[in-house]
């Protein structure tokens, strides 16, 4: 190869060199957005609030158990204590009715009512059903609304993995051309000075 065509070839190869490092810097900054972007939809990750089920004992109230003449027993269902207004159910047989056997008197200590009159009331713990089933439901929508936002960011975070492994795979493909140009322009350098070499000695005598 003569020198001018030497010389020639070498500049084509600088120039390609100089596109394949601005491509490459391209892909870097490339992957630089997905980076953010998948710092982004992590960042949404952990701002997402995990629903939590609702516990039966937040839902538990006081009723109050009492016996009447004939020894059944009622529970109160509401009452009013500064009234003595019940509805009371009959625990054998499921009688529903409004009574009043006198105000009802609250023990100091533990803010339950004792008496109520001259009947002593029993309290007893009773879930409220209603309340806990529509806590659950409100869970159990949340709880869907979470798991529709972690698919939306696992989908979008696997989008972005792919996209990075693409453009990681052209940067090494960059790479690989860099390295075979660069061992060309080493070879080219040396055709070049020992053109310029054989030159000087045909001249120079």
Same mark, same amino acid.
């Given at each position: %190869?003569?020198?001018?065509?030497?010389?020639?070839?070498?500049? &084509? =190869?600088?120039?390609?060199?100089?596109?394949?490092?601005?491509?490459?810097?391209?892909?870097?900054?490339?992957?630089?957005?997905?980076?953010?972007?998948?710092?982004?939809?992590?960042?949404? %990750? =952990?701002?997402?609030?995990?629903?939590?089920?609702?516990? *039966?004992? +937040?839902?538990?109230?006081?009723?109050?158990?009492?016996?009447?003449?004939?020894?059944?027993?009622?529970?109160?269902?509401?009452?009013?204590?500064?009234?003595?207004? %019940?509805?009371?159910?009959?625990?054998?047989?499921?009688?529903?009715?409004?009574?009043?056997?006198?105000?009802?008197?609250?023990?100091?200590?533990?803010?339950?009512?004792?008496?109520?009159?001259?009947?002593?009331? *029993?309290? #007893?713990? #009773?879930? @409220?059903?209603? $309340?806990? +089933? +529509?806590?659950?439901?409100?869970?159990?929508? &949340?709880?869907?609304?979470?798991?529709?936002? %972690?698919?939306?960011?696992?989908?979008?975070?696997?989008?972005?993995?792919?996209? @990075?492994?693409?453009?990681? =795979?052209?940067?090494? &493909? =960059?790479?690989?051309?860099?390295?075979?140009?660069?061992?060309?322009?080493? $070879?080219? +350098?040396?055709?070049?000075?020992?053109? #310029?070499?054989?030159?000087?000695?045909?001249?120079?005598?």
């Amino acid at each position: %190869m003569g020198l001018a065509a030497t010389q020639t070839r070498f500049l &084509q =190869l600088t120039a390609r060199k100089s596109n394949v490092e601005y491509k490459g810097q391209q892909i870097n900054q490339q992957r630089t957005v997905l980076s953010n972007k998948s710092a982004n939809a992590y960042q949404s %990750m =952990l701002t997402l609030q995990v629903p939590t089920p609702p516990s *039966t004992s +937040d839902y538990v109230k006081i009723q109050y158990q009492y016996k009447d003449a004939n020894g059944a027993t009622w529970q109160t269902t509401s009452y009013d204590g500064n009234t003595s207004n %019940m509805t009371v159910k009959n625990l054998a047989t499921g009688e529903v009715k409004t009574d009043n056997i006198g105000k009802f008197e609250q023990d100091a200590i533990t803010g339950r009512y004792t008496k109520a009159g001259n009947t002593t009331l *029993t309290p #007893v713990e #009773v879930v @409220d059903n209603n $309340a806990y +089933d +529509d806590a659950y439901n409100q869970y159990t929508y &949340q709880q869907y609304l979470y798991e529709q936002e %972690m698919q939306v960011i696992n989908a979008q975070t696997a989008i972005i993995q792919q996209q @990075d492994k693409e453009l990681e =795979l052209q940067l090494q &493909q =960059l790479d690989t051309e860099q390295n075979e140009i660069s061992t060309e322009l080493e $070879a080219l +350098d040396k055709v070049l000075g020992d053109n #310029v070499d054989g030159s000087f000695k045909t001249f120079g005598g």
